[in-house]
């Protein structure tokens, strides 16, 4: 895949299509009901969604009124979020009708310009062997980028894919400071990095800890 830079979930303003709440009015067919009006969701809201893992149940929430919107988004202005957003929904078939290939390439653009969430998905789907056969390689690649931009979930399982065994022990050092580093504010997912973090030292020399521990 193309060698970019990861971006950050906070890292989003170069983006600037849609990156305001616009109101869209929807009304369901053969309804007598007055239309409502549907914010169409900004960057940081989708962001944000995205990275709690919510997006595709607030779509639902949302009576799939948005989804032409969203799929122009992805399709036509190429907004990263909203590719990842619209590969997501195709892929598992919210909202519209399930085309797992095509879901696949929408979260590849969307890692193709540094997306990091669709970068941890992606790596995850090919380590796993989810919807797209098991690839070691990309999902190497793929997660240690997506934890290299700061992406908390990739970054623990960047830890988790390096324990069970897998990439290079290269790599132990960058992926132990980048976790330890991490502002977990979730308890039990604060204690799994913790465990990880352990079992990652041990694979480590002690002076190689300290000095991944070390402020920077």
């Known amino acids: 895949m193309?060698?970019?830079?990861?971006?950050?979930?906070?890292?989003?303003?170069?983006?600037?299509?849609?990156?305001?709440?616009?109101?869209?009015?929807?009304?369901?067919?053969?309804?007598?009901?007055p239309m409502e009006a549907v914010q169409l969701y900004s960057q940081d809201e989708l962001l944000t969604w995205i990275e709690q893992g919510t997006h595709l149940k607030r779509v639902k929430d949302d009576k799939c009124q948005l989804t032409q919107d969203i799929e122009a988004r992805a399709s036509v202005m190429?907004?990263?979020?909203?590719?990842?957003?619209?590969?997501?929904?195709?892929?598992w078939g919210v909202c519209t009708g399930s085309n797992a290939e095509l879901g696949i390439s929408y979260l590849r653009e969307a890692a193709d310009q540094g997306l990091a969430p669709a970068l941890e998905q992606l790596g995850r789907y090919y380590w796993k062997g989810i919807l797209v056969q098991k690839d070691l390689q990309r999902a190497?690649?793929?997660?240690?980028?997506?934890?290299?931009a700061g992406f908390t979930k990739a970054q623990i399982e960047w830890v988790e894919f390096l324990v069970a065994g897998h990439g290079s022990p290269l790599d132990y050092e960058s992926a132990y400071r980048w976790l330890h580093n991490a502002v977990i504010g979730d308890k039990q997912l604060h204690q799994k990095a913790a465990s990880l973090l352990s079992?990652?030292?041990?694979?480590?020399?002690?002076?190689?800890?300290t000095r991944a521990k070390a402020m920077h």
């Open 140 to 148: 190497e690649v793929m997660l240690r980028e997506a934890a290299g």
């Open 78 to 91: 190429k907004i990263p979020a909203y590719q990842f957003l619209w590969g997501d929904m195709l892929a």
């Open 2 to 33: 193309k060698k970019m830079l990861c971006l950050s979930l906070w890292g989003m303003a170069a983006f600037a299509w849609g990156a305001e709440a616009i109101p869209v009015v929807r009304a369901p067919a053969g309804s007598e009901a």
């Open 199 to 209: 079992r990652l030292a041990s694979k480590m020399p002690d002076n190689v800890v």
